[in-house]
């Protein structure tokens, strides 16, 4: 009996948490989707950077986990600090 009211009791914890998480990464790659709008895609003489238009995409279908990594690297690149986070080249 004390099983299963363990497993009930993590099961109540973990889903709000993993939630929580999911939504707090939507909102950090929408973030770092405006910073690249602003200060990198609309440079003067930028060309298409497919890697970024995929991952402007990943991000605005939800899918943070896959376009976060490579919006940080676009912003990195171009000399752009990520919010949250100190500055690494």
């Known amino acids: 009996m004390k099983r299963i009211l363990l497993s009930v009791v993590a099961a109540a914890i973990a889903v709000p948490t993993a939630a929580w998480a ?7 790659c929408a973030q770092l989707t405006d ?3 602003k200060y990198v895609q609309n440079s003067p003489g930028r060309g298409l950077d497919l890697d970024a238009a995929r991952a402007l995409e ?16 676009k ?4 000399r ?7 500055f690494k080249p």
């Open 58 to 73: 990943d991000c605005s279908k939800g899918n943070a986990a896959a376009a976060i990594p490579v919006l940080e690297r």
């Open 75 to 78: 912003l990195r690149e171009n």
């Open 80 to 86: 752009i600090s990520v919010p949250g986070g100190e």
């Open 35 to 37: 910073l690249y709008r």
């Open 22 to 28: 999911e939504g707090d990464d939507k909102a950090y």
